[in-house]
């Protein structure tokens, strides 16, 4: 399979402190890859170096077949419209309805004044196209409903229909279960692998939740204070990798299991 993303020795730093740290690593095409760390470890940081909306210090990024550092603005615009992003906090908003959420997120493809009429008016094919989208992440009763009245797991569902209606190379999502009770997370994590394989875009998920990223990923990558500390499946995944990626104390570690 081609590369998806590439980046080689990656540093990004906020003054003096490095959030990510001379990072190398490949994901596939059509790979789903959970991205797990402490909080503060660079996870968000390194998933805006993958959507394009960051550039590094130093090092390469290659995303499909572009290299960052050479493309022009045209090219990194067409770039970003393949790539979607959850970010943590969905990035809706929360006066417009679930249809009217969803066709922001062409915004950038469609340029400003069709996406305001689209807005206002969205066509019928797009009506349809988004029924669609709400139907299979299962809300489609919700597609006139303002965002503002739905639960934490709907808002969750709008956020990745407006991906799904993306067309998406690649689905970028940044903790997305971070606000709901585990079930519901459960259910998220479960959808967002499953629409990977029927779309075939490339999936990663940055997660907050160990447990989740194992049962639901075949590669996990951990971070640690911007560096890398694990990368591989979830079965290699040892106690020692986990007391490097959190540092837990023995004690800690027997209280988890
Ligand atoms: N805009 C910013 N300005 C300064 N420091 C930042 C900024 N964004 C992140 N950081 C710092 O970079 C490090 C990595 O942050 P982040 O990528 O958000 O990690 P994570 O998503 O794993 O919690 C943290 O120490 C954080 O405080
Ligand atoms: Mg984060």
Redesign the pocket.
């Known amino acids: 399979m081609p590369s998806a993303f590439r980046l080689d020795n990656v540093t990004r730093r ?1 003054g003096s ?1 490095r ?1 990510v740290e001379e990072v190398s690593f490949e994901i596939k095409r059509g790979e789903q890859v959970a991205l797990i ?1 402490p ?7 390194l998933i805006r170096l993958l959507n394009a909306m960051l550039s590094p210090d130093e090092g390469a990024i290659r995303v499909f077949d572009s290299d960052l550092d050479t493309c022009d603005a045209g090219e990194l615009r067409r770039l970003r419209t393949t790539l979607a992003t959850i970010p943590q906090h969905l990035g809706l908003v929360p006066t417009l309805t679930s249809i009217q959420n969803v066709i922001l997120g062409q915004g950038g493809s469609r340029g400003t004044l069709r996406s305001l009429r689209d807005l206002l008016f969205p066509s019928r094919a797009d009506a349809l196209e988004i029924h669609t989208i709400l139907d299979r992440v299962g809300i489609e009763e919700k597609l006139y409903t303002r965002v503002a009245r739905l639960s934490g797991g709907q808002q969750q569902r709008v956020a990745i229909a407006r991906a799904l209606f993306q067309h998406p190379a690649a689905l970028l999502a940044d903790e997305p279960v971070s606000s709901v009770d585990p079930a519901r997370a459960r259910d998220t994590v479960k959808l967002l692998g499953e629409l990977s394989a029927e779309h075939g875009f490339t999936l990663c998920v ?1 997660l907050h939740d160990l447990a989740l990223a194992r049962e639901f990923f075949p590669r996990l990558i951990g ?1 640690r204070k ?1 560096r890398i500390v694990f990368d591989g499946a979830p079965d290699e995944l040892g106690e020692e990798d986990q007391r490097a990626l959190y540092d837990l104390s023995d004690e800690e570690m027997m209280a988890d299991a």
């Open positions: 906020y402190l959030a760390g909080s503060g470890s660079g996870k968000t940081t940055s971070m911007g």
